[in-house]
């Protein structure tokens, strides 16, 4: 059996050598090939990754033209993970490759999922905490196949899941909630969730506020009938309100004329309106994008892939895969690498699968 890791990197060069030094330490008595995505990291990321794959055929790289974004980075790890079982996993090592093993005896047990669920989350603040868990709640409220809590994008799938979500090709993609949409077979896994080892994060709440608001809306119109229910309910405040200037007008002498209630009305009304024709248009804007149909992400670089029969849609293939020319040795001892050998650099060509 083949266990394929698929572990998106953006500016992790701290950390990719730990990653790699636990994984061979945790994986000794397992087949195993780590795909790294490299989303347009600015560091010396693809340079540690190149040295690396060079010396362990296991370890391959994809490297982006520029950054398309996480849940893109994941997708073109599983577009090319070729094991038997596939485990998504950052880098940061807050996923600890130590789990793996348990992972691997739920996955033969007959499970196509299995989701890693965080009973602690050490290293972020209360607010993350807390607002992590009302996201979670929210969304499997308003969405048609609710969501597990404290389950991120570390999971393990097994080959026909892995084939599943490759049909999946929307723009905007957001990988729990397709997971969540598949209905296959899934089992938890609880753990402690670690800091980070090195680094800093790469979703600063901004970042994580888009990212949760491309979650409902892709899985969930639940801002469309708010806006419906929210414009009921104030066309029924306003109905009564204006019996009630009915009532002052007819038969008392109280109402005095004025723009204060008028200008409060109003405003309640157009602010209505305007979030009303936000969440319409956000929703359009989705459609949009989708209907150009545009690739999810774009290759230029690719270390011990094979690259000669994949036919993926909505996928730009612009670089030929370079073999590995130095394996590592017995006992995990790595040879030495010829200075040339790092230096070799990939030509791309004018070719496009899709």
Request: net charge neutral; with cysteine; glycine share 6%.
């Amino acid at each position: 059996m083949l266990l394929s890791i698929v572990i998106p990197v953006l500016n992790e060069a701290q950390t990719v050598p730990l990653m790699l030094e636990r994984l061979r330490d945790t994986l000794r008595e397992v087949a195993w090939e780590a795909i790294f995505v490299d989303d347009g990291s600015t560091d010396a990321t693809p340079e540690i990754l190149g040295r690396e794959s060079w010396r362990d055929e296991r370890v391959k790289l994809l490297r982006f033209s520029r950054n398309f974004g996480h849940q893109a980075a994941v997708t073109a790890g599983l577009d090319f993970a070729n094991g038997d079982a596939v485990v998504v996993m950052d880098a940061d090592l807050q996923d600890p490759p130590e789990l793996l093993p348990q992972m691997l005896d739920l996955f033969e047990q007959g499970y196509d999922i299995v989701s890693p669920r965080r009973n602690s989350r050490e290293g972020e603040t209360r607010f993350k905490q807390w607002t992590s868990k009302l996201y979670y709640r929210v969304l499997s409220r308003m969405a048609e196949q609710p969501l597990t809590p404290d389950v991120g994008d570390f999971r393990l799938f097994s080959r026909r899941a892995v084939l599943a979500i490759r049909s999946l090709r929307e723009q905007h993609r957001y990988m729990r909630g397709m997971v969540a949409w598949l209905g296959l077979k899934e089992a938890m896994l609880p753990f402690d969730r670690q800091p980070r080892a090195a680094g800093q994060t790469h979703y600063p709440f901004l970042k994580m506020l888009r990212f949760a608001w491309t979650g409902i809306t892709s899985f969930s119109a639940f801002p469309l009938r708010i806006s419906i229910g929210a414009g009921c309910i104030l066309s029924g405040a306003g109905f009564l309100y204006l019996l009630r200037v009915m009532y002052l007008a007819i038969w008392t002498h109280a109402l005095v004329p004025g723009w204060a209630s008028v200008v409060a009305l109003q405003c309640v009304f157009s602010g209505m309106i305007l979030l009303a024709l936000g969440a319409i248009g956000d929703y359009v804007a989705k459609n949009y994008e989708e209907a150009k149909k545009r690739p999810l992400y774009v290759v230029t670089e690719a270390r011990n892939v094979s690259l000669a029969e994949i036919s993926l849609p909505r996928a730009v293939i612009l670089a030929e895969s370079v073999p590995a020319i130095a394996c590592i040795a017995i006992d995990d001892t790595e040879r030495p690498v010829p200075e040339v050998a790092a230096s070799i650099s990939i030509q791309p060509f004018a070719g496009v699968r899709a």
